[in-house]
């Protein structure tokens, strides 16, 4: 009986903490893109340590995000972005065994719409509460947004380096240019970076960087081959 109280408050204080937390999608649906929480927390970070890069981020509407960017970030991040309502179940299951035949949690099977909340929202914490917190809310903006505006906020908040966000600010530091002014292979480069842009990027271009570049290259050469003999 008492366990059964003390998971009835838990549920209840749950329940009150995502309702304190609950966006309003509305407000979030058109317009302005968000600062994110991870975007809000380097600023303060750098108020403590100035030796940090200053922030560079320049949010632009989904019109400057090329379309061979969009691809490149669905084709390296979520193969499936349009297909589920924002969680895989056969990405998870693939990640899930991916862990069992290592013995370590590496993989999480995240989807793009699941990233987005976490870096909107939540924090990069593993807890389970968490979680839990980021598919109530992936649900919630899935039920209320655009697959195309949910791109265009993963796109601008996104970190593709030590206080870059978006992929603006990513093409100006990499680059020198606007990110509608990136080639396919560029944009291919920019989808790399994502899983641990702060090690692996177009800078610093480690192994484990040129590999996965020829990787997402590769997978987007097969489905432009499927798509020709279909």
């Keep these: 009986m008492w366990s059964l109280r003390i998971a009835l408050v838990f549920m209840a204080a749950d329940i009150f903490f995502l309702y304190l937390i609950w966006p309003d999608w509305g407000a979030l649906r058109h317009g302005a893109i968000p600062k994110s929480v991870f975007i809000e927390n380097y600023i303060q970070q750098r108020q403590v340590d100035r030796s940090l890069p200053r922030l560079r981020w320049f949010p632009v509407s989904r019109q400057q995000i090329p379309p061979h960017l969009r691809r490149a ?49 939540l924090s990069s914490s593993r807890d389970p509460l968490r979680k839990w917190h980021e598919l109530v809310l992936t649900l919630g903006m899935e039920a209320n947004f655009s ?4 791109m265009e906020i993963y796109l601008n908040i996104a970190e593709f ?14 680059w020198g240019r606007s990110a509608s002014q990136l080639t396919p292979w560029q944009a291919v480069e920019l989808a790399a970076t994502l899983p641990s842009p702060r090690k692996h990027n177009p800078q610093t271009r480690t192994r484990s960087f040129e590999s996965r570049v020829s990787r997402i290259q590769r997978w987007i050469q097969l489905q432009d081959a499927e798509r020709a003999g279909s």
């Design 161 to 174: 380096g030590t206080g870059i966000y978006g992929v603006e600010a990513a093409a100006r530091h990499y």
């Design 147 to 150: 697959k195309q505006r949910i």
């Design 73 to 121: 970030a669905v084709v390296a991040e979520d193969a499936r972005f349009y297909e589920h309502q924002g969680v895989d179940l056969i990405a998870f299951r693939e990640a899930m065994n991916r862990n069992l035949d290592k013995m370590q949690l590496r993989y999480g099977g995240s989807t793009i719409s699941q990233q987005t909340t976490k870096n909107l929202f």
